[in-house]
C-alpha cells in the first residue's frame, strides 16, 4: 500500500500568490515525521520544513508553512507569495517511528510546480 | 558551499558493463543513504551505512553493491548495468537516525544512463 500520496502530479501559479501542494499518508504508527523537499531541475533535494506527529503547532519555515490534519492524515505545504524560483518538484515524505533505526525516508510521487510571472 | 557531493553529475555506461558512482561529504555524518529516482517516480531507498554497519533493503537487486573506504566516502556499485538501471541516483547523508526529525542531506544526484 502506497504510504505516501500525493495526488497533484503538475500544478501551476501565479508569480506572488499562494499554492497549495498536497499531502496524505499512511501509518500505524503514534510516532512519525513528516518533510517536504524541493528538487529543482539540477537534482539536488533541498529540505524545506519537518512536521512531528506529536508537533500540536503547525510548522513554519518563512514562505513555507505545513498545514497538518493529524486525524485526515494529511500535511499540506503551502507556500506563500510564489517566487520563480519555486518552480520545481516537491516531495512528501515520512519517517515512521519503527524506522527510526535506520531512518529511512519514504517518499510520494512528487507534484512539479510552476511559477507563472 | 556543497556538503554532499556527487561524482560524476552525469554518467553513461555501456549495458553490462560494471559503473561506480561516488559520494562525499563534508559534514562528518554517521549516515549515508543511496536512493534510486527513475524518471517522474519517488526516490527509493537502495542501502544505507551507518558508519561501517552495511544494510540493504530487501527489495534492492544483488547488482547493486556499496563500500564505504571511510567517514566521507561511499561509492555505488552497479555490477552488470541493465536498461532498466538508467535512473537518477541520490546519495544523502544524516547525521543520525534515531531521532525523528533528523533531516537528510541530499547530494545533487548522478544520472546514469545504460546504451
Known amino acids: 500500500a502506497q504510504k505516501i500520496t500525493q495526488t497533484q502530479p503538475g500544478m501551476f501559479v501565479q508569480e506572488k500568490e499562494a499554492v497549495t501542494l498536497d499531502c496524505t499518508y499512511d501509518t500505524s504508527d503514534q510516532s512519525y515525521g513528516l518533510f517536504w523537499y524541493k528538487q529543482p531541475s539540477s537534482g539536488e533535494m533541498i529540505f524545506l520544513i519537518y512536521q512531528g506527529s506529536y508537533d500540536e503547532q503547525n510548522a513554519t519555515e518563512g514562505r513555507y508553512s505545513l498545514n497538518f490534519q493529524k486525524a485526515r492524515k494529511s500535511a499540506n505545504l503551502v507556500i506563500s507569495a510564489s517566487q520563480l524560483g519555486d518552480s520545481a518538484m516537491y516531495f512528501c515524505a515520512m519517517r515512521e517511528g519503527d524506522s527510526g533505526n535506520t531512518g529511512k525516508l519514504i517518499f510520494g510521487q512528487g507534484t512539479t510546480l510552476q511559477v507563472k510571472p | ?115
Not at chain 2, 517516480?41 to 544494510?55: E, I
Open chain 2, 1 to 115: 558551499d556543497a556538503m554532499v557531493i556527487q561524482n560524476p553529475r552525469y554518467q553513461v555506461t555501456q549495458f553490462g558493463k560494471p559503473v561506480t558512482l561516488s559520494c562525499s561529504q563534508t559534514l562528518n555524518h554517521n549516515v549515508m543513504y543511496w536512493y534510486q529516482q527513475k524518471s517522474s517516480q519517488a526516490p527509493k531507498l537502495l542501502f544505507h551505512y551507518y558508519d561501517k554497519d552495511f544494510n540493504n533493503e530487501a527489495d534492492t537487486p544483488d547488482n547493486f553493491q556499496s563500500r564505504r573506504p571511510n567517514t566521507s566516502f561511499c561509492f555505488l556499485d552497479i555490477r552488470s548495468p541493465g536498461l532498466g538501471d538508467a535512473a537518477m541516483y541520490l546519495c544523502a547523508t544524516s547525521r543520525e537516525m534515531g531521532r525523528m526529525n533528523t533531516e537528510a542531506f541530499f547530494g545533487q544526484g548522478t544520472r546514469l544512463t545504460v546504451v
